[in-house]
């Protein structure tokens, strides 16, 4: 199964609709305590396979983290136990510059 993406700036105009999606990011504590997008629920990384009861495999996932790497990583572990996901590209960095 091929991993689907998604831009920054994507998710911020669709979060503007008032679109409801489901952001997980995946970055350390000390990252998200810069700023992480309102929506989003924080699961660190390393943190996800013990979590995996938290996610609902009946929803689509959008996977955050500082610059799209470590999402596409925990993107790929998660579609590989069934979820349906996307990785956000660019990351935070590039969720930071979108308009």
Same mark, same amino acid.
Do not use: W
């Given at each position: 199964? %091929? /991993?689907?993406? #998604?831009?920054?700036? $994507?998710v911020k =105009?669709?979060?503007?609709?008032g679109? %409801? /999606?489901?952001? #997980?990011?995946?970055? $350390?504590?000390? =990252?998200?305590?810069?700023?992480?997008? %309102?929506?989003?629920?924080?699961?660190?990384?390393?943190?996800v396979p013990?979590?995996l009861s938290?996610?609902?495999?009946d929803?689509?996932?959008?996977?955050?983290?500082?610059?799209g790497?470590?999402?596409?990583?925990?993107?790929?572990?998660?579609?590989?136990?069934?979820?349906?996901?996307k990785?956000?590209t660019?990351?935070?960095?590039?969720?930071?510059?979108?308009?």
């Amino acid at each position: 199964m %091929e /991993l689907g993406t #998604i831009t920054a700036q $994507e998710v911020k =105009e669709r979060l503007k609709k008032g679109e %409801e /999606l489901s952001l #997980i990011d995946v970055r $350390e504590d000390e =990252e998200v305590a810069e700023g992480m997008i %309102e929506e989003a629920v924080h699961i660190k990384m390393m943190d996800v396979p013990s979590r995996l009861s938290e996610i609902d495999a009946d929803k689509e996932h959008i996977i955050v983290c500082r610059s799209g790497k470590r999402s596409e990583n925990v993107a790929y572990f998660l579609l590989d136990h069934g979820y349906t996901v996307k990785n956000m590209t660019g990351g935070m960095l590039a969720y930071n510059e979108a308009e």
